[in-house]
């Protein structure tokens, strides 16, 4: 397995996201830090929803909203920002130019890389050392000793549909074909389909993670 880090520049519509960490597992190419952008890949804006008025009627009129973890903008500057459903799968494109919102079948690709698979519901060794990889060791201020794949993932929480924030030692990540991947924190790996026991989980907040085309 080769992994490499480099720096890259992209240009999205108006806004600038630079010095963007990637990451090379496998033949993938992968952003190391969760998607930060307020506009749309065509310049649109997304719209920020800061109260949870905003974000509950955002969701219950099936529109793209995008917040800060406890709105703080902190707390967005380490984890980035999450985004519902409905920013995620609005044609105008959520990824910058030249990356799209990685599939969970990409992200499996992956986890077999890193010695992983993909039946990830148990907690067993292989699922704690493949943790270990995912995530970063600045995760908690306790510096964790994991085994570094540079793909860098932090306890970026998540949003509920009502407005409310989840804990921050959860990691949500939403992927293009509506699978939500997550690390409680407990150190349990889960996938799910949003939508599919919880309707409301469409117009939850979630983390995105960007591959290049």
């Known amino acids: 397995m080769k992994i490499v ?21 496998g033949t993938q190419l992968w952003m190391t830090k969760n998607l930060d952008v307020s506009t749309f890949k065509n310049g649109e804006p997304i719209p920020q929803a800061k109260t949870d008025e905003e974000w509950k009627k955002a969701g219950e009129n099936n529109q793209p909203a995008w917040c ?4 703080d903008t902190k707390k967005g500057k380490k984890y ?7 920013a995620v ?10 990356w799209h919102v990685a599939t969970s079948k990409e992200f499996e690709s992956l986890l077999l890389n890193l010695g992983g698979n993909i039946k990830l519901n148990s907690n067993n060794t292989t699922q704690q050392e493949l943790i270990k990889k995912l995530k970063s060791p600045n ?10 794949s540079n793909f860098n993932l932090l306890p970026s929480s998540f949003r ?29 790996i889960n ?4 939508g599919n026991e ?16």
């Open 5 to 25: 880090s480099i720096i890259s520049i992209l240009f999205v519509g108006f806004s600038c996201v630079t010095q963007a960490q990637t990451v090379t597992i």
């Open 68 to 71: 800060y973890y406890k709105n």
């Open 80 to 86: 980035g920002k999450l985004y519902n459903w409905f």
């Open 89 to 98: 799968n609005d044609p105008r494109g959520l990824a910058p130019e030249g």
């Open 139 to 148: 995760w908690n201020e306790k510096k964790e000793n994991n085994q570094l």
């Open 160 to 188: 509920y549909d009502g407005g409310s924030f989840g804990k921050e030692n959860n990691c949500n990540i939403l992927f293009k074909d509506k699978i939500e991947f997550s690390i409680s924190g407990t150190g349990v």
């Open 191 to 194: 996938y799910s389909e949003i």
């Open 198 to 213: 919880n309707v409301e989980e469409v117009a939850y907040g979630f983390s995105v993670r960007c591959l290049k085309d």
